[in-house]
């Protein structure tokens, strides 16, 4: 599978299975289609007719509204609308008990902040999220990815803006989610890959790599390189 966006290749020679409940990490340099990869699944661009496949069929085939119902979508620019924090999570929810917005915060990492402000659930959420900090912003985009049960859950470079710690806070719990569950993720941290049962390495809109973590740590290829320049300032910062 290839793409082209207004005439410009993206994406090229693009060969990927993901078995259903299995999880796929995504890494490569700025620029070299990890995004643009990830959002044809819930056909925010589109492709060729009967180059992405679902179960089998072609994803035109399933009605669009069918189809992103059961994706978990958590895209790097989050977008939170002026409400409340239990409206931004549970959104395009109605039926949402206020146990069903708790849990999915929880597994968010981010229930602990709100149980913080003054208001809690009934805090209101300033035009794009200006009210809370980057890390709270995807935190809560991605309870409201959650609280839909998705049967696939996709996440752009959804932990780019918190620290390592609450990262692998937000990890386990992702873990136990994503058990039977259709994970894509992108990261540009080993630690959030390490143990996808998948990783692809992309670049310049080619998979050059792809196998475990192990597997490619043992290439000596460009995720080796990003693993030991990882190392290296993991280290750097305990000095």
Known sequence: MSFAYNGTPVLKNINLTIPAGSSLAIVGPTGSGKSTLVSLIPRIYDTEPGTVLL?????????????????GFVPQETFLFSDTIRENIAFGVETASQEQVEQAAQAASIAQDIEGFPKKYDTLVGERGITLSGG??????IARALIRNPK???????????????????????????QGRTTVFISHRVSTVQHADQIAVLHSGEIV?????????????Y???????QLLEEELARV
């Open 55 to 71: 179960d089998d069929h072609r994803l035109p085939q399933y009605p669009l509204a069918v189809l992103r119902r059961n994706i």
């Open 136 to 141: 709270q912003k995807q935190r809560t985009a």
């Open 152 to 178: 696939i859950l996709i996440l752009d470079d959804a932990l780019s803006s918190v620290d390592t710690y609450t990262e692998e806070r937000i990890l386990e719990h992702l873990r136990q989610i994503m």
């Open 209 to 221: 790599e792809l196998g475990t973590h192990d597997e490619l740590v043992a290439r000596n290829g």
């Open 223 to 229: 995720y080796t390189d990003l693993y030991n320049k």
